[in-house]
Structures are given as structure tokens and as C-alpha cells.
């Protein structure tokens, strides 16, 4: 069983940044494909970004593409998500999740993961 604790939401101004951490816990978190997922008020859970546990290939999704880097260190046990030039739309619970197998042609599915974290909120307001 892994344990996932995620950490870094805030109240940021629109074009701001933030750096969100999920820990991982219980298992090596090299064993883990790693992603980020968000869900705002009144609307589904939404992919974010990926990583897998193999040479740590990224995926993302097309909204967050060239603004959002996923990362992983191994040794920390640590994701992190880094978010830059906020916007608006961008207010979320953003939930860490980990899988030990996962198709890449489905990473994007709320169900292809296993754990969850329970979320940090990020709002994007002026």
C-alpha cells in the first residue's frame, strides 16, 4: 500500500507561480507511474500530467502544455508539479495519483490510477 500527501496549494495572483509536492509513502516511489490530476467546483476530475517510472517520460495535458513541468525524485520519495503563468481557470484541487502499471494510451483516465492523495487546493484569483 503507498500513501500519497500532496502540499504547496495557495492563493496566487493570475500569471503567478507555485511548486505542489505529493510525498510518497510506503512503497519506493520508483515503482509508481505518477500523475496530476485537478478537479474545480461543479466540474469532473481532469487529467493534469504524468510521469512514468521508466527514464521519467512526461505527458500533459494540452490546457496546462508549456505552462506546467511534472518531475520526480526518486531519492525524496517526492512529485512535483511545478505551475507557472496562472491563470484564472487554473483554480482547482489538484490531486496527486500513482499507479504500478499504467497503458499510455489511457493515462489520461481517472480510473487507470490506484492511489490517491486528497488534494491541495490552488486558486487563481486577483
Known amino acids: 500500500q503507498v500513501q500519497l500527501v500532496e502540499s504547496g496549494g495557495e492563493l496566487v495572483q493570475p500569471g503567478g507561480s507555485l511548486r505542489l509536492s505529493c510525498a510518497v509513502s510506503?512503497?519506493?516511489?520508483?515503482?509508481?507511474?505518477m500523475g496530476w490530476f485537478r478537479q474545480a467546483p461543479g466540474k469532473e476530475r481532469e487529467f493534469v500530467a504524468a510521469?512514468?517510472?521508466?527514464?521519467?517520460?512526461?505527458y500533459y495535458a494540452d490546457s496546462v502544455k508549456g505552462r506546467f513541468t511534472i518531475s520526480r525524485d526518486n531519492a525524496k520519495s517526492t512529485v512535483y508539479l511545478q505551475l507557472n503563468s496562472l491563470k484564472l481557470e487554473d483554480t482547482a484541487v489538484y490531486y496527486c495519483?500513482?499507479?504500478?502499471?499504467?497503458?499510455?494510451?489511457?493515462?489520461?483516465?481517472?480510473?487507470?490510477?490506484?492511489?490517491w492523495g486528497q488534494g491541495t487546493q490552488v486558486t487563481v484569483s486577483s
Open positions: 510506503g512503497r519506493p516511489s520508483s515503482s509508481y507511474h
Open positions: 510521469i512514468m517510472r521508466t527514464y521519467s517520460t512526461t
Open positions: 495519483a500513482a499507479t504500478p502499471n499504467l497503458w499510455v494510451n489511457i493515462i489520461d483516465r481517472y480510473s487507470s490510477y490506484d492511489y
